[in-house]
Structures are given as structure tokens and as C-alpha cells.
């Protein structure tokens, strides 16, 4: 199971939960971005997609994952947002 997230300043987020052993990604890039739909015409008059993009990060989880480490994660991110 993944849990995905909207963070203030989600990219510096990653680098930071990276950086102390958390493995994260981005939530997933927009449709219009892929190199099979770059000739498609993209119509949008307000771009949630890319909002959303910019602004989720999937953190990292597990069918086996312990208390402990979803503890780190937390611990992790309220560290990155009280600094």
C-alpha cells in the first residue's frame, strides 16, 4: 500500500525524507507530459493535474511495515516542517 499525500513544498520534502532514509516519489506525471501524448493537443482551463503533481508525494509503505517506521516517517516530517 502506498499513501499519497499534498505537502507544502513537497519537492524540498523529498530531498529531506531521502536524505534520512525514507524513500518517497512523486505522486505520478500528468498524462499530457508523457512522451506518447507529447503530438496531443492538451485542452485545460485550470490544470489540476499539474497542481497535483507539483504539490504529492507517495511515501513509502508496506504490507510489513513496523509501528516504528511509520513513527520515523511522521517524526521525519513534522522535523522538516518545525525547522
Given amino acids: 500500500m502506498i499513501h499519497t499525500a499534498r505537502?507544502?513544498?513537497s519537492k524540498?520534502?523529498?530531498q529531506y525524507l531521502n536524505a534520512n532514509g525514507i524513500q518517497t516519489r512523486p505522486f505520478w506525471v500528468p498524462m499530457h507530459r508523457l512522451p506518447a501524448f507529447a503530438?496531443?493537443?492538451y485542452y485545460h482551463f485550470s490544470d489540476v493535474s499539474e497542481d497535483i503533481y507539483a504539490n504529492s508525494l507517495s511515501l513509502s509503505c508496506?504490507?510489513?511495515i513496523a509501528d516504528?517506521?511509520?513513527e520515523k516517517v511522521i517524526c521525519n516530517i513534522k522535523n522538516f516542517?518545525?525547522?
Fill in 62 to 64: 508496506s504490507t510489513n
Fill in 81 to 83: 516542517y518545525d525547522r
Fill in 39 to 41: 503530438n496531443d493537443i
Fill in 7 to 9: 505537502f507544502d513544498r
Fill in 12 to 14: 524540498e520534502l523529498q
Fill in 68 to 70: 516504528e517506521e511509520i
